[in-house]
């Protein structure tokens, strides 16, 4: 594959997961990730021949991979990493990006959920396999930081609920007050 076709297919996956953090599935129109992307119109069909299930696929598997390598980046940066500390500093890092972004940005994978969950099982099973994704890596630190495996996947999961739920809470707010509750209140309890 040539770079610069490789290039059009990146973006375009790209795109397709910003338009996901805007409008969930529904509100993503093809044309537009393709305009977006300053792709040829014929990519969708050259690039993804199952269409827009295919595409949101694989932009929710980009989102995972994203935030997997941002939790990964978020343990090297620190200094002494704790559970709180790395806790705090994904939601420092979303409280950032919404306001940065004007509130208008959440997380790919909650807006497929909300939109897909019960009637695309394809769309599902992607959201699921971003967040696994997403998780494996906090959970992997918080073993390395202490934890029992067990302890380790309990808390990653709360983690990610968590910081979930405040997500919508501070788009719906245009607020981000209840990324830094949670920190202060959590963090504290995940390093206990």
């Known amino acids: 594959m040539q770079e610069g076709s490789r290039g059009h297919r990146e973006r375009i996956?790209?795109?397709?997961?910003q338009h996901l953090r805007r409008a969930g599935v529904g509100g993503t129109g093809l044309r537009q990730v393709v305009a977006d992307a300053a792709a040829p119109r014929g990519s969708l069909q050259h690039y993804f021949p199952g269409g827009k299930d295919q595409l949101v696929t694989e932009a929710l598997d980009w989102a995972g991979t994203w935030a997997a390598e941002r939790v990964a980046q978020h343990v090297s940066g620190m200094r002494r990493p704790s559970p709180g500390r790395l806790f705090t500093a994904m939601l420092d890092d979303w409280a950032a990006e919404l306001q940065a972004r004007d509130f208008e940005r959440g997380c790919p994978v909650a807006g497929a959920v909300v939109d897909c969950a019960d009637t695309n099982p394809a769309i599902r099973?992607?959201?699921s396999a971003a967040l696994d994704t997403?998780?494996?890596p906090i959970t992997e630190a918080l073993v390395t930081m202490g934890r029992s495996r067990r302890r380790a996947e309990t808390l990653s999961t709360l983690m990610l609920c968590t910081l979930e739920g405040a997500l919508v809470l501070a788009r719906a707010q245009r607020d981000t007050a209840p990324l830094r509750l949670v920190a202060r209140e959590l963090?504290?309890?995940?390093d206990a």
């Open 125 to 127: 099973q992607a959201a």
């Open 134 to 136: 997403w998780r494996r």
């Open 187 to 190: 963090a504290p309890l995940l």
């Open 13 to 17: 996956v790209y795109e397709a997961a």
